[in-house]
């Protein structure tokens, strides 16, 4: 396609130090969006931020919280541009381009909304006539803001929504019938080079305490004296990238307590570096979770997830490395980049299209 008109594709973050997956994707989006040096077409991040007024007027709302409160949530007129802010380079190593101010153009402007801020698309962007797309990281994410029919009017109004997971696709079609033509779901891509695989590994199982951890400290008391004491149990936090990955390649297996989410990560970078996963799909992850690499748990049954753990830790397999060889080649094509590219591309040609 010869893009004769410019076009800069803006997405909404927000300004947070923190890994996140959402945070990842969007960033290696708009990374690919430029890499790609197509005439005409740019992408920047616009990291937004609360006013110190409105981050005062939250915390009284939280300490008289009404769900039934239209206004609960984050308002786009308190909001501000964090025009300084940096992300971590401890764990984004990408190059992106940023925008440091709110204003947009409606001739060359298309903003990407993540789906914790769809209601911002009301105030922010359709008085403005400004076109917009809403990314839909996670369909459980979609209630940040109790006003359903300024979410409603939102997704009706959006030019197309992104998604990332069979799940979440079904869950936007089944919220809002009127957008079911509108759902374009996206690729994620993993780094498998990033992987190195010991040829030994360690009798050692890991988990990321990022949610649920309560479930953890139950499954923990089921556990006790009952896991071999040549086995150990090691959360892992407070890592970059590179130490994250050097303990996955260590362990044989990876407890998934993901909580409702759009498409968990670390169960397919865990399964990548050669681990059994048990536990939560988070309901996103039934794209992958199959088996002999995932054991799916039913979430809150810790009796049943204790047992999984058990019986692979006492019957664990010789080479398994080498015995789940195809799966995870399958795995690694799935979440390619170059998957990730080529829907990226078709992403660029419909936000083309608008105009």
């Known amino acids: 396609m010869n ?3 410019k076009i800069n594709i803006i997405y909404l973050m927000p300004a947070h130090k923190r890994a996140s997956g959402g945070s990842k994707v969007i960033y290696q989006h708009s990374k690919i969006i430029n890499k790609f040096g197509i005439e005409n077409i740019s992408s920047k991040i616009l990291h937004l931020k609360k006013k110190k007024m409105a981050k005062f007027r939250l915390s009284l709302k939280k ?5 039934n409160s239209k206004n609960y949530g984050w308002l786009a007129n308190e909001m501000k541009a964090a025009s300084n802010f940096i992300p971590s380079s401890s764990w984004n190593k990408n190059k992106i381009q940023i925008k440091s101010d709110m204003n947009f153009n409606p001739n060359t402007d298309f903003v990407i909304i993540p789906e914790i801020w769809a209601h911002f698309a009301y105030d922010l962007l359709i008085r403005q006539k400004i076109k917009y797309a809403i990314f839909a ?5 979609m209630n940040s803001f109790y006003d359903h029919e300024k ?5 009706s109004k959006a030019e197309f929504i992104l998604t990332v997971s ?5 869950c936007v079609k089944f919220i809002f019938p009127n957008c079911r033509n509108k759902v374009f779901k996206m690729n994620l891509s993993i780094d498998h080079k990033k992987f190195k695989i010991p040829k030994k590994k360690d009798n050692l199982i890991t988990f990321i305490p990022r949610a649920l951890t309560d479930h953890f400290h139950i499954l923990s008391l089921f556990l006790f004296k009952k896991l071999p004491k040549k086995w150990r149990i090691e959360p892992l936090s407070n890592l970059d990238e590179k130490q994250l990955f050097k303990k996955l390649c260590s362990s044989k297996i990876f407890l998934s307590f993901s909580y409702i989410t759009g498409l968990g990560m670390p169960p397919i970078e865990a399964a990548i570096a050669g681990n059994k ?3 939560y799909t988070g309901e996103g992850g039934k794209d992958f979770f199959r088996k002999p690499i995932f054991e799916e748990i039913e979430s809150g049954n810790i009796k049943h997830f204790c047992e999984e753990i058990l019986n692979t830790v006492n019957n664990y397999p010789k080479n398994w490395v080498q015995k789940t060889r195809f799966q995870r080649k ?3 094509q799935k979440y390619s980049i170059i998957n990730e590219e080529k829907l990226i ?3 660029i040609n419909k936000v083309y299209s608008c105009y």
């Open 137 to 141: 990281l996670g369909a459980y994410a």
């Open 151 to 155: 979410l409603s009017k939102s997704y």
């Open 3 to 5: 893009y004769k008109k």
């Open 63 to 67: 300490n008289f919280y009404n769900k």
């Open 345 to 347: 591309k078709r992403l």
């Open 277 to 279: 996963v048990i536990g």
């Open 166 to 170: 069979e799940d979440t696709s079904k």
């Open 330 to 332: 399958q795995l690694i």
